[in-house]
């Protein structure tokens, strides 16, 4: 079973539009949460990650809110553009083996 | 150019046969993941190394070895015992001392058994 469940399983959005994928989980030992960027064929990049210390991070258009209380956490992209069209994964990660357990990830499709 | 590499890029097999799957990296890191990537079921690790001549199983290790004989290879053997071995292989690592969560991936390894 996964232990980071992630929302909506696609989404298409405007040119311009923001873009919200939400994660879920259970394990209130993860303490490190990344989200990566996976583009047809190649291997995920890491885009931005989080430590339950914040509430949110910004890199860029990319925006990441925590929750620490409803052990949820989302990725934001704001000025969605074509060239973010692209599957992204949530993951979670504790200190003691530095294993990631991946949500099932998000197809964006950025209409132009 | 600081990167991990994974060879071949497409790999077809004959059902029934090992195959194994390179990764190298001269990042410098400790650590190496092997996961297997599914349509719809993100990435799933099957095994994972901290250090050199050490490794251990991940959630689906079954049908699958590894070794860790250098710091900068991690190969992965496919073994005929791997009941569907057809999917996107993806190998990972990351280093130590504050640094040991992020993990970067290399490009992947399509393998088709039929």
């Known amino acids: 079973q996964q232990q980071v469940k992630q929302s909506p399983q696609s989404l298409i959005v405007q040119k311009g539009g923001i873009s919200i994928i939400n994660c879920a989980y259970e394990n209130t030992a993860f303490d490190y949460f990344p989200w990566y960027q996976q583009f047809p064929g190649k291997g995920p990049a890491l885009l931005i990650a989080i430590r339950p210390d914040v509430s949110e991070k910004k890199e860029g258009r990319f925006t990441i809110s925590f929750n620490k209380s409803a052990k949820q956490f989302s990725l934001h992209i704001m000025d969605s553009q074509p060239g973010d069209s692209a599957t992204y994964f949530c993951a979670a990660s504790t200190g003691s083996d530095y294993k990631l357990s991946f949500g099932a990830g998000t197809t964006v499709t950025v209409r132009a | 150019d600081g990167g991990i590499t994974q060879s071949p890029k497409y790999l077809f097999r004959k059902e029934g046969q090992n195959v194994t799957l390179s990764c190298e990296q001269n990042l410098n890191h400790d650590a190496m993941y092997w996961y297997r990537q599914d349509p719809g079921q993100g990435l799933r690790l099957i095994y994972y190394s901290q250090i050199v001549n050490d490794f251990q199983k991940g959630d689906i290790a079954e049908g699958y070895s590894v070794s860790r004989e250098k710091k900068e290879s991690f190969p992965l053997t496919v073994t005929s015992a791997q009941k569907n071995p057809t999917a996107f292989y993806l190998c990972?690592?990351?280093?130590?001392?504050?640094?040991?969560?992020?993990?970067?991936f290399g490009p992947g390894t399509r393998l088709t058994v039929t």
């Open positions: 990972a690592s990351s280093g130590r001392e504050g640094q040991a969560y992020e993990q970067y």
